[in-house]
Structures are given as C-alpha cells and as structure tokens.
C-alpha cells in the first residue's frame, strides 16, 4: 500500500482564525465560521450533536466574526480577505444578508460580549470617523441606527455591559502589551478609568461581577504572565481569582454572572478551568483534548463551555463540555482524510540554547522510519507576538504530509512569542531583524546538532512575521539553507510599516520603528538591503488584496532577485489577502510549497 496523498492530508476543514463560536441565546445551538463549503461560511449546530446547518453561500466574500442576537445574526464579512469587514444582519435561518454598515473602506468588528441583555444593543467598533483610529458605536440591531459613543483618537474597543444596563465596558489599545479599560456611561458619555498604572501593561474586560461593584479583568499587573482579577469600581483593593505560571489566554463569564470559566495556556497546552462564583468552588471540565483551544465561549446559563481544539495529529475542531452533567461532544469532523491518527506524528516540546542563555521552546516532529539522515523545515510562525502550538489546521496537513514524505520540522518560538512572558513576549520590540535573527541561527545550530539530520538539507519556511524572518534567514544567514519560503512576508521595513492600515500606524513606531524618522534603523534591519547574499531559491507566495503586507513588498524583494539572477520562483493570488481564505487558494498555495520544497531538498513526493 502506498503512501497517502497530498489530497488526503488537505482533506481538512477550517474555522476562521477571525472568527469565534456562540451560542443561541437559549444555550441549545452554536454558531461559527467554517470552510466545509470551500469557503468560510456560518454554520449553526445543535449542542448534542447532529447536522450542522450552513446560514450563507459565500463563494468571494467570508464570513467572519459574529454574534446571534434574539432577533438575527449580525455577521462581520469581507472580501477576498481585504479585513474591510461590514456588519451584516442575517435570519436565523440563513439566506442573503443584508449590509447595515456600507462601509467598504472602513474595518468594523462586533465582539459578541458586547450584546446588550436586551438583545437590540450591540456596541461595536470601526474606524468610520477617521481612518487612524478605531471608535466605538451602538447599534440597535432591530431598526440599523448607528449612534456614536467614542470617537476619540485612539484604537477603542467595546467589552461587556454592566448589569445597570447603562454602563460599557470599553478598552483602548497602546500596543500589543498595553491596554487600558474604562467604565463608559453610555448616556452622560462620563468614562471611568478602572485600570490606572505605569508603563506598559495588559488589560482586558472579561465581565462585571453580579452585584455591579467589581470588573473581572485579564492582567498582567505585578507579574510575568497574565491572571484573573476582580477590580472594585470605587477603588478598592484588586482581589486575585485565578493566578499562576502561565497566561489565562480565554475567559468567558456566564450570562447571570453566576459562572466563570477560562483556559490557561501550560507551555503551549491548553487546560480549562471553571469557578462557582457564588460559592467560590471550581467546577470541573470533562476530560478536553491535550492541545491548542483557537475559540472559546460560554452559554448564557453557564452551563456549557464551547471550544474549538486543535492537536498535533487532529486539526481543529469544535467541543462542547456540559459542566452540569460533565459530559463532552465533538460536533464536527474536520479531517476526512482516511488516515489514521496513529499513523501521524505527535508533536515533541524541546528546548534548545541561544546566544544570551535563555531556552528557546520549540515543537520537534521527526519523521518516522527515515534511512539516514533526513531533511528539515524550519517553519517560523508570524505574529511575531503568536506562538507555535500544536493543532493549526493549516500547518497540521503541512506538516503531517512532509513528514510522511521523510521531511522533519522544527517550529520553534523564538524571542517575541507569546505564552512565555512578557518580557519575553516584549524582546521583539523594535527589533525586527535583530536577536531574533540569533535564535533563528542557534536553530539552525540545534539541528546541525541531532544525529538524525541532515545538516545540508534544512530550509526556512514563514508566513507575516514568518515570511520576514525566513526572507532574514536566507539574506543574512545564508549559509544554512538549502532553499527557503516566504509567504507574505514584508521585505523592506520602511515601506512596510508606511503601508499597515492606519489605524496600526501609531502602534508601528512603538513595535518596529518609525519610517519617517528612523529609515536607516530600519533598512538595517531589512531583508532587501542583503538581497545580495541570497545563495539559495526561494519561492515567494503573496496575497493581492492584502491589507497588513502589501504586494510591493513582495515585488521589490522578487524584482530585486531577478535583476540579481537568482533563483526566485513568485506567485501571487489575485483574490486573496493575508492568508488564503478560499479552500482551493490554499490547496494551491501548499502543494506549490511542497512541490518547491520536495525538490529542493531531494525528497522523492
């Protein structure tokens, strides 16, 4: 029997990463954006299983974030994955939806714990009023009238209501590590500041407390890693609810208040967690998958908890665990691809040395049964402030068709990830192309180091963030590689950070640096300006719509290699944007990736 084809392993289904899961407002349903149609499309399903119900037919546009109100969805959706999501209102029962915003140059996103108990109140966010900034307005889902609440400068959020029914929580975003959160009176337009302190520091509105006098936050005050707090609106001293060694990534509280659940992210596994907050008990979770939770939601009775869990050798799919009975539900299937998990590789978290002593965490897959040594992919996740973690659906089909193919890979999180602590997380910081580029060769060196490699056959591979470290490796680490892939990666960090939307612009002189003042810091950290270096191919893949890493970027840097007559191979999808949002956009783009790969690093498909 042969080996299974490229065909099986991309038979795999995926959620929209700008997405999330909801339930009815009755607890009994759940709701997401899935790609079973080809493309990202909103599903609803019952809890206890049984066919899922697909709500729209979208072939160019996608459906993205969501919230299911008493009397329609209201549906973010956009197209040909530009992020110029408009609100739709959609029936219950599918069908064509209708835009209420009609807005296609402004980005708008509806969070869903920002529905009024009403059911008509949904505040949301959008840069209508300037393109720079990111306010905050209502919207009366039943009649469409929009009224503004914040249009200050600034990137503004809307979070949860007070039980007063009067009161916002709102957010205001410095910076990936800096955030505030405020108490809005959406009548007076008075605003309550919850969270005063110095320097950079996380903040986020999980809900308010029951009786209206305390806010439950996500925080990093005072420590490493993020925790549960219940701040006192009249000032008084922050009492602890959950703190630990790593950050609670999710948390969720119930519609009375009476329930709060959340997820800890333990060395990139998720565990979950419940609490009583009437009695102060923990409430235990059934038994969940040893993975990655991509999405998380809690019903309104706060008696189930929905996840979407993904693991190294099962993509993501979605879980409901009844709290109450104990009980969990697997409602979807997303690989379909006939071969049988023990046929697949688990994923091993390694640690391996850099330059200044610290441990750099990475996820080892070593192919099975290779005679000799074997080649390596390097794969680089993008963010930077992400993390590798096992079950990425996308990089599930990737990896486990390498592998089958003898091809290992390493996916390390190298300085600037997430889930290791903030100063960790704060090392990439205006330095893009700097130490990261050491621990990119200190993988380089680990490798080289295991007996079963082949230290002449290792490639780089990255998307985003990614894609401009692999584009760092190949022009400044050339040695190493025996080719290297760049998926809308940024190739020249003045124009980069000239072209993000303009609502990143502020943020971009804090995280990377400031084009207009500081071009040369910039262009020494660039790709571009060690085009020159580049030994090996490189194969360019770039999304035209895309709003974050525009086309240029990767023109220049394939323009650049030609006239330098390199090996470059290029190509860009007309109807896509950051990422491949079109199923059959995807299956392209990877088999282009592994074809590329396979035949660089002499490796039979």
Request: aromatic share 10%; proline share 6%.
């Amino acid at each position: 029997m042969g080996k299974p084809s490229f065909e099986q392993f991309y038979a795999v289904s995926r959620f929209s990463m700008h997405g999330n899961v909801g339930f009815s407002p009755d607890g009994t349903e759940v709701s997401y954006a899935h790609d079973g149609s080809g493309q990202f499309n909103l599903y609803r399903q019952p809890v206890k299983g049984g066919a899922a119900r697909q709500l729209t037919e979208f072939v160019d546009d996608a459906a993205r974030h969501h919230v299911w109100t008493p009397s329609c969805f209201v549906l973010g959706v956009d197209h040909h994955g530009d992020e110029k999501w408009q609100l739709n209102r959609l029936a219950h029962e599918g069908g064509r939806p209708a835009d209420m915003t009609q807005r296609p140059d402004v980005q708008y996103v509806a969070p869903p714990e920002a529905l009024h108990e009403d059911g008509n109140r949904l505040a949301f966010m959008g840069n209508a009023t300037r393109p720079t900034d990111m306010s905050i307005y209502l919207l009366h889902v039943q009649d469409g009238e929009i009224q503004p609440l914040i249009e200050d400068n600034g990137n503004w959020g809307p979070g949860p209501w007070h039980p007063d029914g009067r009161r916002l929580a709102v957010g205001r975003s410095h910076g990936n590590t800096d955030q505030d959160v405020y108490a809005l009176d959406t009548l007076s337009g008075e605003r309550q500041l919850l969270t005063e302190h110095q320097g950079e520091e996380v903040n986020r509105a999980v809900g308010f407390s029951a009786d209206g006098r305390g806010a439950y936050l996500l925080t990093d005050r005072d420590h490493e890693n993020q925790w549960l707090a219940l701040r006192p609106l009249d000032g008084g001293e922050t009492q602890t609810v959950w703190k630990g060694d790593w950050d609670v990534e999710h948390a969720a509280l119930s519609g009375d208040r009476r329930r709060l659940a959340f997820v800890v992210n333990e060395d990139g596994i998720s565990t979950f967690h419940a609490r009583d907050l009437n009695s102060g008990q923990d409430v235990a979770f059934p038994e969940m998958p040893r993975g990655h939770c991509f999405h998380f939601s809690l019903s309104r009775d706060g008696r189930r908890a929905a996840a979407v869990v993904g693991t190294a050798t099962r993509p993501f799919d979605l879980y409901v665990a009844d709290l109450d009975s104990g009980s969990l539900t697997r409602l979807t299937d997303s690989f379909q691809g006939g071969i049988p998990e023990s046929d697949l590789v688990d994923a091993e978290l390694v640690r391996y040395p850099t330059f200044d002593g610290r441990q750099v965490p990475a996820w080892l897959y070593q192919p099975r049964g290779a005679n000799g040594r074997a080649p390596v992919l390097l794969s680089i996740h993008g963010g930077p402030e992400a993390q590798e973690r096992p079950g990425n659906s996308s990089e599930f089909a990737f990896f486990q068709y390498l592998l089958s193919r003898g091809v290992g890979v390493l996916a390390p999180n190298i300085r600037g990830s997430s889930g290791y602590g903030k100063s960790y997380q704060k090392l990439i910081h205006r330095d893009f192309g700097g130490d990261d580029l050491k621990d990119i060769e200190a993988c380089a060196g680990y490798l080289r180091s295991l007996d079963w490699v082949d230290p002449d056959r290792l490639a780089v591979y990255g998307g985003s963030y990614g894609g401009f470290a692999s584009l760092s490796a190949m022009t400044r680490l050339p040695q190493y590689w025996a080719c290297g892939v760049d998926v809308v990666g940024p190739s020249n960090l003045v124009t980069f950070a000239k072209a993000v939307p303009p609502f990143w612009r502020e943020m971009m002189k804090a995280w990377v640096g400031d084009p207009y003042e500081e071009p040369d810091f910039l262009m020494e950290r660039s790709p571009i300006t060690y085009v020159e270096n580049v030994r090996a191919p490189l194969l360019v893949l770039q999304g035209a719509m895309d709003p974050r890493v525009v086309k240029p970027e990767s023109d220049q840097m394939v323009e650049k290699l030609r006239s330098l007559g390199s090996d470059v191979e290029y190509h860009v999808f007309e109807d896509e944007g950051h990422g491949f949002t079109k199923q059959a956009n995807q299956l392209k783009a990877y088999r282009l990736i592994s074809d590329f790969l396979f035949k660089h690093l002499k490796v039979e498909a």
